[in-house]
Each structure stands twice: as structure tokens, then as C-alpha cells.
């Protein structure tokens, strides 16, 4: 892993929560970007090397949805950065981890992404992202 890509943060209203983390930060997201497959609207903010990302549920079956039904607003993964999602994904479960899909989908912020079940995580949602080149 090279380094934190970002914090996601599952929110209720995303216009509202970027007022909020705008004042925050002193500074606006640098990107919004609706992702249909999963369900989300997203806004990301540029803090040194790393990135917040805010996301709302458009969908009420989406997981940010049921994540929020069940624990409310707040943390919800956080992102690391690899070289070769293919190569990472297959020494992860070879360690034992548990994938959340068997192959990268496409993500937010031009990402491809794998979740790792936070049960084999220490309780963690953890994402691995690569850039799409």
C-alpha cells in the first residue's frame, strides 16, 4: 500500500455537508461526481496528500443508505492507495482477508476499487483504489 487515498464520510445531505466541510477546510471540494452503480453522490476535498470524500445515498438500497439507517452519519472506510489492485487484491485474500468483490469496479475520482469486509478488518471497511491510467 503507498498511502492514505482518502477518508469516506457517508452523510445525509451532501450540499449541506459541503457548506459544513468548506468552512472546515477553508477551501470547496474540488470534485463532485454522481457514481450510479453504487448508489452515491460524491464530493472530495484536496488536504495535502490526502482526500475526504463525502457521500449521500441516492438510492435507498445503496450501502451508504443502510449505513447510514443503521450507524448514522460518520466515518465510513477509509482508502488506500496500491500500485496493482490486481496483485494486492489476490495477496489480501491469500492472507486471509475477505473481498467484497472478486474483481475492481470503477469507482469514484477515475479509482478503480475493492472493498475488504470489515469483519476480517478489525471492524475497518477498508478500500484499495488505483488510478485508471
Do not use: W
Not at 500500500?1 to 459541503?18: D, F, R, T
Not at 453522490?41 to 490526502?50: A, H, Q, R
Not at 469483519?119 to 483504489?129: A, H, I, M, R
Amino acid at each position: 500500500m503507498l498511502k492514505i487515498e482518502h477518508i469516506g464520510i457517508a452523510v445525509k445531505n451532501i450540499g449541506q455537508s459541503n457548506e459544513l466541510f468548506t468552512k472546515l477546510f477553508n477551501k470547496t471540494p474540488y470534485k463532485l461526481e454522481k457514481v450510479e452503480s453504487e448508489g452515491v453522490s460524491t464530493s472530495f476535498f484536496m488536504l495535502g496528500e490526502s482526500k475526504i470524500e463525502l457521500l449521500e445515498a441516492t438510492n435507498p438500497e445503496s450501502a451508504i443508505a443502510k449505513f447510514i439507517d443503521k450507524k448514522g452519519e460518520g466515518i465510513h472506510h477509509i482508502a488506500f492507495e496500491v500500485q496493482d489492485i490486481y496483485a494486492e487484491m489476490e495477496r489480501l485474500k491469500n492472507e486471509g482477508f475477505t473481498l467484497l468483490n472478486e474483481q475492481p469496479k470503477k469507482g469514484a475520482d477515475n479509482k478503480l476499487i475493492c472493498f475488504l469486509h470489515p469483519k476480517s478488518s478489525n471492524g475497518v471497511l477498508v478500500e484499495l483504489c488505483q488510478e485508471i491510467k
